[in-house]
């Protein structure tokens, strides 16, 4: 069955940050909602590349090689590979484009590990 979801509604059930959420499956690519603030965890990700759509807020995407800012009704793809370290000094909205079974931390595990997909 085909379902629409709307983003500020779906952005308004999340409580939490850090926590991505499963808005759609698209083949083995999953769009998770997610909120952030404050900074992330340095990571990687072996084989998987990820995708980053700030909806609202800004994300300062922290690379080795230098920093990125990413603004509403920006994105950014993070190769996979490459170390790097979301910030988000405000409350900032982001949609993730990447495979179901890519965990949040990568090569990292700590209290910030999400191992399950938690569905809107």
Same mark, same amino acid.
């Given at each position: 069955m085909l379902q629409k979801v709307s983003i500020p509604s779906a952005f308004a059930q999340i409580h939490d940050v850090e926590h991505p959420r499963v808005a759609a499956m698209v083949n083995e690519f999953a769009v998770k909602f997610v909120k952030l603030k404050g900074d992330f965890v340095?990571?990687?990700?072996e084989e998987e590349d990820e995708l980053f759509l700030v909806v609202k807020g800004k994300l300062l995407m922290k690379l080795r090689d230098g920093d990125v800012t990413v603004h509403e009704n %920006?994105?950014?793809m993070i190769p996979h590979g490459v170390e790097h370290c979301p910030?988000? %000094?405000e409350e900032t909205h982001v949609i993730l484009f990447e495979r179901a079974s890519t965990v949040n931390t990568g090569n990292v595990t700590n209290e910030k590990t999400r191992t399950t997909l938690d569905s809107l």
């Open positions: 340095w990571h990687h990700h %920006e994105m950014i910030v988000a %000094e």
